[in-house]
């Protein structure tokens, strides 16, 4: 009885500390929060505004809201509250400012939150969250953007001008930009803190560094463009905000039960013998508990976008509750930055080398060994003595295509990942036919993209390749696995040869390649048996793709009439699909919706005191 008692006491004290408590906590300044800023106006000095440590979260928003330069309140320096000089003069504006908090004044300003702990490490995540930045400032000069981050040791200068450099993404105006840097929980959400339970620590990282975040400022929309779901609970339990995600890739699938040993929890409890068993049993509870947490926080969503295809159906699997509670799930293609990439005089009217690029990070899973492999099966059963790219003929056909490997070593791992393909290109004996390029600059990149005639792909269910977009945006012809993003998306499979943009491969190595389903001829002859949405589809080998594309077909697959029609059909897609306008004038039109939800919410979760602040 009494244990029934303090359980029901527990979830009514958490339900008030959820619904009323950390709202008023973190949304309602302190009594007399304007004769705190009347006081610092009317100093002589620039003085910090008193009483500001605890209740910093609604002053710091009174705060950038009523501002004439909201990014002056920044906390790269320290967490205390101060006035800009500007302010301080035109006080009676500022003021005036601090007053506009009616759900339906057409003047009042709105943060959007943007949840994004590593901001400035410049990877495509980052460039999404950059364009859907500018997006937000170009829909409504009422609109702020705050920006979350961890990187402690880089100015918001640094980071504005790093996202002009590397993204080409100019013109923000980062007067409406508000960095707020999270101290205290951000190695919490890094992979490699957590030894055991990755995901679960994840997922309390996360949760800990957005209350963090909330504690700093708290949001009129909430925005995670890294896929952290965890951060949602705050957002939609406790702010009652919208809540807009765009996932790159689901963190839990379905697929990761088929690995388990046991797959219900209530009829194979009967199956436990041993200790052995005991343990896979409750490997089985804790991820279908990390599954159904994973459902619940996504039901919290308002508006998912997707990065593609692939994701878009593995999401609409997981969030099964969105559809019924009317969230809209859709995809939105990332932007590409295709308009800088683009120019007809690199298409193969220009003269190019019959080299093979892979631009891709020095990771295991984006299979570069595989290519090694593939290639050096190639040399050996068409050209068994080869030693060197000049002891090939050559001809019309442009001589033997030789690999590049462009990409950048970030961690340890990548730079042991790169050791090693330096050490099995050792042992294939392809020194001669592999070129390395290392941490080069964008320039490099482009000039590549711009000399080589063919682009690589190897990657099993990449999620979606951008590197395979400025294949195509430069005249580059793909040459790629066929799966998720490159294959249903970018590529794109067709069986008219009058709309081919590429080349696709499979391999043995793939996880989902299923020998019970081969025909024993079609192995023999470099060709796999795949199931595609329930059919059956026959697709090459690397090894056998580069046989028929530079010896057995040649004048048929990869004469430069071929090849420059498909570069041509490649760079016809791009602007529609994948380009930053396109992206931005997608991403305005959910903003619209995101508009009228805040007002909705304010008016209809929150009590009369908080829906004002």
């Not at 952290?228 to 996932?247: E, F, N």
């Not at 590549?448 to 400025?470: D, P, Q, Y």
């Amino acid at each position: 009885m009494w244990l029934i008692l303090s359980v029901l006491l527990a979830i009514y004290f958490l339900r008030q500390l959820v619904n009323n408590v950390l709202p008023h906590f973190f949304l309602v300044p302190p009594q007399r929060w304007q004769d705190k800023f009347l006081k610092v106006i009317s100093h002589q000095l620039s003085i910090y505004v008193p009483g500001s440590t605890l209740k910093r979260s609604s002053l710091r928003r009174r705060l950038i809201l009523a501002s004439s330069q909201p990014s002056f309140h920044t906390n790269f320096i320290n967490n205390k509250l101060k006035l800009t000089p500007e302010d301080k003069s035109d006080s009676h504006e500022f003021m005036a400012e601090t007053r506009k908090r009616d759900v339906d004044d057409p003047q009042r300003k709105l943060l959007f939150g943007f949840f994004h702990p590593y901001a400035n490490n410049g990877g495509g995540g980052e460039r999404v969250l950059w364009q859907a930045v500018k997006a937000t400032l170009s829909a409504n000069k009422r609109n702020i953007c705050v920006i979350y981050t961890t990187n402690l040791d880089s100015e918001p200068l640094q980071i504005i001008n790093k996202v002009k450099n590397k993204f080409q993404i100019d013109q923000l105006d980062s007067s409406r930009i508000v960095f707020i840097y999270l101290r205290k929980f951000g190695y919490l959400i890094d992979a490699s803190y957590w030894k055991h339970f990755t995901i679960l620590g994840q997922f309390l990282g996360t949760f800990l560094l957005s209350i963090e975040a909330c504690f700093e400022v708290s949001p009129d929309v909430w925005v995670d463009t890294m896929g952290l779901p965890s951060s949602y609970l705050i957002a939609g339990k406790v702010l009652k905000i919208p809540i807009v995600a765009y996932v790159h890739y689901p963190i839990l699938q379905t697929d990761m039960f088929n690995k388990l040993k046991y797959k219900s929890i209530v009829r194979d409890i009967v199956k436990i013998r041993s200790i052995g068993d005991f343990s896979s049993y409750v490997k089985l509870i804790y991820w279908s508990a990390l599954y159904y947490i994973y459902i619940y926080l996504g039901s919290l969503v308002d508006i998912t976008l997707t990065n593609g295809t692939w994701t878009y159906r593995h999401l609409s699997q997981i969030w099964i509750m969105n559809k019924g509670l009317g969230n809209i799930l859709e995809i939105l293609y990332p932007p590409c930055g295709t308009e800088f990439l683009t120019n007809s005089s690199t298409l193969l009217e220009s003269k190019r080398e019959n080299k093979l690029l892979y631009l891709a990070q020095f990771r295991p899973e984006k299979r570069h060994s595989l290519i090694l492999k593939e290639y050096r099966r190639f040399l050996s059963k068409n050209y068994p003595n080869i030693t060197t790219p000049n002891d090939f003929g050559g001809g019309s056909g442009g001589g033997l295509p030789t690999i590049v490997f462009a990409g950048s070593c970030r961690t340890k791992d990548d730079t042991a990942t790169l050791e090693s393909l330096r050490s099995q290109v050792d042992q294939l004996k392809l020194n001669e036919f592999v070129e390395f390029e290392i941490d080069i600059s964008y320039a490099r990149v482009v000039q590549l993209l711009s000399s080589c005639k063919f682009g690589l792909n190897a990657m099993w269910n990449e999620h979606f390749g951008i590197g395979v977009v400025e294949y195509m945006a430069r005249g580059c012809i793909p040459i790629v696995h066929a799966s998720a993003g490159p294959y249903l998306d970018i590529v794109t499979s067709s069986d008219d040869a009058d709309e081919q943009r590429g080349f696709f491969f499979k391999s043995i190595d793939d996880p989902d390649f299923d020998p019970s389903i081969q025909d024993e001829i079609e192995i023999e002859n470099g060709e796999l048996i795949f199931d595609i949405q329930g059919s059956h589809k026959l697709f090459p080998t690397l090894e056998h793709l580069l046989t028929e594309m530079f010896i057995t077909k040649r004048d048929l697959l990869t004469s430069d009439a071929k090849l420059s029609a498909i570069a041509k059909r490649g760079q016809k897609i791009l602007d529609d699909k994948f380009s930053n306008k396109t992206f931005e004038k997608e991403w305005i039109k959910y903003l619209e919706i995101v508009d009228s939800l805040e007002k909705k919410y304010r008016n209809e979760k929150r009590d009369k005191l908080e829906r004002v602040y």
